[in-house]
């Protein structure tokens, strides 16, 4: 192995396991047993060193991104590519952290080929007609709202303790810009929209329509439907 790959190696492992995702290039030379002169020799500077260490990172994903083979339906290929894209982001949060929430990465060439792959969906979606905006809009918005949705359960796991987030965001933007991506509600869907439109109005209610006890049962019994899964 070089020692350019050991040092890139040695990164990776530093930051997966650093509680700040912070290193410092003298931890990176321990690790790597080298001289900090080699780093700066081979990246220039740290941000040289990250932003090579973040495509290594980010370089298996899409390296299973380029392998998928598609499917018939490329919508299906892009809610997949939806939810590998927050998963992986979750299993490599610091080196996340550092492509889309940071620009001391700026040399990174990971966001743009994540890009790139996008559109070769999104092109096949609007070869079908199915596209409601330009190709390249579309690829902005989703991109933009799984990096935001990704980095939001990342940084603020308190503020967003579901991680099935993404996957409501993902129906919720997919659904305004693909015809078709929303399918008709079923019964038991239907049943929690209507909860939820109940629910969001006790409160404009007459206030003796209810005693406080019954406004309070209701809106548990309201909870539970609106928590529930389509299928219960």
Not at 80 to 86: E, F, I, K, L, P
Not at 104 to 127: F, N, P, Q, T, Y
Not at 154 to 175: E, F, K, N, Q
Not at 186 to 200: D, F, K, N, V
Request: one cysteine or more.
């Amino acid at each position: 192995m070089s020692a350019r790959s050991v040092i890139i190696e040695a990164t990776a492992g530093l930051l997966a396991r650093s509680p700040s995702g912070d290193i410092s290039t003298r931890a990176v030379c321990e690790a790597a047993g080298v001289q900090q002169p080699v780093i700066y020799r081979l990246f220039g500077d740290k941000d040289g060193l990250l932003a090579a260490t973040v495509d290594h990172v980010w370089d298996q994903y899409l390296g299973m991104k380029r392998a998928a083979e598609e499917s018939a339906d490329p919508l299906t290929d892009l809610r997949a590519g939806w939810d590998s894209h927050s998963a992986f982001a979750l299993a490599h949060p610091n080196a996340y952290r550092l492509l889309f929430g940071s620009g001391g990465v700026a040399k990174a060439e990971s966001a743009d080929e994540a890009m790139r792959l996008l559109r070769l969906v999104l092109d096949r979606l609007a070869a079908e007609g199915r596209l409601l905006v330009a190709p390249e809009i579309a690829a902005r918005v989703v991109m933009a709202a799984n990096t935001g949705v990704s980095l939001a359960l990342i940084l603020h796991p308190a503020l967003y303790p579901d991680a099935s987030l993404s996957s409501t965001m993902r129906d919720i933007v997919l659904g305004s810009l693909v015809s078709g991506a929303t399918p008709t509600p079923g019964a038991g869907e239907s049943g929690r929209i209507a909860a939820i439109t109940l629910r969001t109005t006790l409160p404009t209610l007459p206030g003796e329509l209810f005693s406080d006890r019954e406004a309070g049962l209701l809106d548990e019994w309201l909870g539970r439907i609106q928590s529930s899964s389509p299928t219960d």
